[in-house]
């Protein structure tokens, strides 16, 4: 190429470039091109980085979930064998024995009466008016359900008439639980000769055809000593402030 094709060449080029950088109609086509191919690299780049972080968080979700199967599976497995050292002993004793216990989520309605947040309208299919339900919450004992206008009324833990058998503390006091009105729950009833301390934990008995044995409901932090028996009060696990679920005992057998 002589020196006249280069110049020709470089002119051409300078043209070119004011033509673009001066001319709004010449700008436009390259302006959308560029920005669309802008558009195009980032779009590629964040679904790169969805993808990624989809792939990350899915396979932490799996390794957990099958961490927890896997502890599900040896829980069951261990369930398994009680249950048959269970049937042998009571073979052995000709005894019969039979648990089963139905539960069912439930969902609340709506509170009873605005303020009072002890109280709780629940919906329960095929609610059987002349049964007393237990409620669980977080396999917790969250309080009872009851009759109330032929429609299922939660009472929960703090409620005064939340009343319900227990146990108290490596002895098995027993005693019946009901609620103050506040946020702790009093254990009254309890036999004086039973020693109980602060700290103790507070169980179902099962003795109410309520609740099965064992269920929890919290720790005994204070004791009072009464004409012919002992009062604790407890603290209970359930805390719930925007309750939306719960669990029915619908049968304990």
């Known amino acids: ?103 069912e989520l439930v969902h609340a309605s709506s509170y009873q009466k605005f303020g009072d947040f002890n109280r709780l309208w629940i919906d329960i299919p095929d609610y059987n008016t002349s049964k007393i339900y237990g409620l669980l919450y977080n396999n917790f004992v969250a309080g009872i359900v009851i009759n109330k206008h032929n429609k299922p009324l939660a009472l929960l833990n703090s409620d005064i008439k939340s009343t319900y058998a227990v146990s108290v503390g490596k002895e098995k006091a027993p005693g019946i639980a009901h609620g103050n009105s506040e946020e702790n729950i009093i254990v009254n009833f309890i036999p004086a000769w039973f020693h109980i301390h602060i700290g103790d934990e507070v169980t179902t008995s099962g003795l109410d055809k309520i609740f099965f044995k064992g269920l929890k409901v919290g720790k005994v932090i204070s004791i009072k000593q009464l004409q012919g028996y002992q009062s604790a009060t407890i603290s209970p696990y359930f805390h719930s402030y925007e309750p939306n679920y719960f669990y029915i005992i619908r049968s304990l057998k």
């Open 1 to 103: 190429m002589n020196k006249k094709s280069l110049l020709y060449f470089f002119l051409l080029i300078v043209l070119f470039g004011g033509a673009i950088i001066y001319s709004p109609v010449i700008q436009s086509p390259f302006i959308t091109t560029l920005n669309s191919l802008k558009n195009s690299y980032f779009k590629g780049i964040n679904y790169v980085d969805d993808t990624i972080d989809k792939y990350l968080f899915q396979a932490n979700r799996i390794k957990l979930l099958t961490k927890k199967l896997q502890t599900y599976n040896a829980l069951q497995l261990q369930l398994q064998d009680c249950n048959n050292q269970l049937k042998d002993l009571y073979k052995e004793n000709n005894e019969t024995f039979a648990s089963n216990p139905q539960f």
